[in-house]
């Protein structure tokens, strides 16, 4: 099985070498890979491994991968970017061309709901002293204020009794 599965690996190998000198348009090499799979199928019995898949399906998608144009999003109706591309776009995403271009970090996405409002978890300002004294001072004042209310609410008042059937006779 090793023996098949380093063949395949080879075979991949061609085929890669092949297609980046333009030797196979895509449709060719669609019919050339499912050739590759069930030639492996047949002989070992199973499935190529995911290593060999993944090389596969980067043959499929060669054009899309090795596309550098800067403006590919925005000419594709279905773009996808390669690894090296998503990587350099998130390095970007604080420069000023970044932000020109109308581009959004991936990660603000997270806490924004599609009414525009953020759902993060909010955080609490740590106040500085002078900021701690002043609320200080004004609780204190309030304070006494709110037990001067208080004091003449609970004090005791007069009971007022009322007899609601004297005015109904």
């Known amino acids: 099985m090793a023996d098949y599965k380093t063949a395949l690996h ?13 030797e196979f348009p895509r449709e060719l090499r669609i019919e050339k890979i499912e050739q590759l799979t069930e030639d492996y ?28 144009d800067r403006m590919k999003v925005r000419n594709n109706e279905y773009p996808f970017l390669s690894n090296e591309q998503l990587a350099r776009r998130q390095e970007g995403k604080h420069s ?27 955080t609490r300002k740590v106040r500085n002293s002078r900021e ?11 304070n006494k204020e709110r ?18 059937r004297e005015g109904s006779e």
């Open 147 to 164: 037990k001067r209310k208080y004091d003449e609410f609970v004090k005791v008042q007069p009971v007022v009794e009322w007899n609601l």
């Open 41 to 68: 199928y047949r002989l070992a019995g199973e499935m190529p491994d995911s290593v060999a898949l993944e090389r596969l399906t980067d043959l499929i998608l060669y054009e899309e991968i090795t596309d550098n």
């Open 96 to 122: 000023r061309s970044a932000t020109l271009s109308g581009e959004v970090p991936l990660g603000a996405a997270d806490s924004v709901g599609v009414d525009g409002r953020s759902y993060s978890q909010p």
């Open 132 to 142: 701690n004294r002043l609320v200080d001072e004004k609780t204190k004042s309030r």
């Open 10 to 22: 080879e075979d991949i190998t061609k085929l890669q070498a092949a297609t980046k000198r333009g």
